[in-house]
């Protein structure tokens, strides 16, 4: 369960849930090659869920806005986001399957994923607006690229409209770019994303800063590229500034940018700086990828507040 709610603000989280159907084993397979794995899980998962879960568990109202189908996982997705303490109110069911994606998970904690969005694709922009009148306390918006991007781009217009700070986590970046760059204040790709949509090969803190400055250049106020172990790195008109990441053994990095945003969002809701949330953010994340899963690896404010960077 989330730890008691923050009074000073909320994040509305527009994104997809996903079921995740997770394989583990010692290596990921190469095109045509059939390995055996050493594990399998059925974990609640979706970019929008996992960032809404880790809001909550940040301590902040964390309201989502989604959708689930009618087959046997909707109770379990729901189920979960309610036990972790998430909003549910916005989350529609609708005809068909919930979305699905399948991850495989190399001992080195390395990952690829499919998804396939499902009911996600059927979330409207009437949610959004029904969220954002019956939530107005709300402070912050995240999205990400797992749902139809007109739903999103009405999402962050609205929530600019509004004065909510508006973070988008382009991720799939092999979807469609973003059309709405001068409107999003936060965007936070890891270091594929960077490039998929840049096209700069993203490897150390000079290469992060050069992609940075491509988002900067689109209108964005504030780019934040991460970058795994490596840390991340902040770039915006004022600075560019590495947060550099505590050593972890990590053994499954799935949720790692979920972790991340979450927290940023939470802690942006709560009236930190910029730097004080993506500090408490990199925490997060950090602690997050020792664990297996994606929501299942979230960790809690209490564990993040007490974590020892070494």
């Not at 959004?128 to 009405?154: G, M, S, Y």
């Not at 947060?243 to 991340?260: E, I, L, N, S, W």
């Not at 979450?262 to 664990?291: D, F, P, Q």
Request: aromatic share 6%; hydrophobic share 45%.
């Amino acid at each position: 369960m989330a730890n008691e709610k923050s009074s000073k603000g909320g994040v509305i989280i527009v994104g997809g849930i996903s079921i995740d159907l997770v394989a583990f084993a010692d290596k990921l397979p190469a095109p045509g090659e059939s390995i055996l794995g050493s594990d399998f899980k059925i974990i609640l998962g979706g970019k929008g869920s996992n960032q809404a879960v880790a809001a909550a568990l940040a301590g902040t109202t964390s309201t989502l806005v989604s959708c689930v189908g009618t087959d046997v996982f909707t109770d379990f997705a729901t189920d979960a986001l309610e036990d972790f303490g998430v909003d549910t109110a916005f989350v529609r069911q609708v005809e068909g399957p919930t979305g699905i994606a399948h991850i495989r998970v190399a001992a080195s904690s390395q990952n690829n994923i499919v998804v396939i969005p499902l009911a996600n694709f059927k979330i409207t922009k009437a949610q959004v607006d029904d969220a954002f009148e019956k939530r107005p306390n709300a402070k912050v918006l995240l999205t990400q690229l797992e749902i139809p991007w007109e739903v999103n781009r009405h999402a962050i217009s609205l929530a600019k409209s509004q004065g909510l700070t508006v973070v988008l986590d382009p991720a799939p970046a092999s979807n469609p770019e973003p059309t709405a760059w001068d409107l999003i204040d936060i965007v936070t790709p890891n270091e594929s994303e960077a490039h998929s949509l840049t096209g700069i090969e993203v490897t150390d803190e000079q290469s992060a800063k050069q992609a940075g400055q491509w988002f900067l250049d689109k209108g964005v106020e504030n780019a934040i590229i991460t970058m795994g172990g490596q840390g991340v790195v902040l770039v915006n008109k004022k600075e560019t500034r590495l947060f550099a990441a505590p050593k972890v053994q990590a053994v499954d990095t799935t949720a790692a940018g979920d972790a991340f945003a979450g927290y940023l969002g939470a802690l942006l809701s709560e009236g930190a700086s910029l730097e004080e949330a993506i500090e408490v953010a990199v925490k997060a994340a950090s602690i997050s990828v020792t664990k297996l899963g994606a929501s299942s690896s979230l960790p809690t404010r209490t564990q993040v507040d007490g974590f020892q960077v070494s």
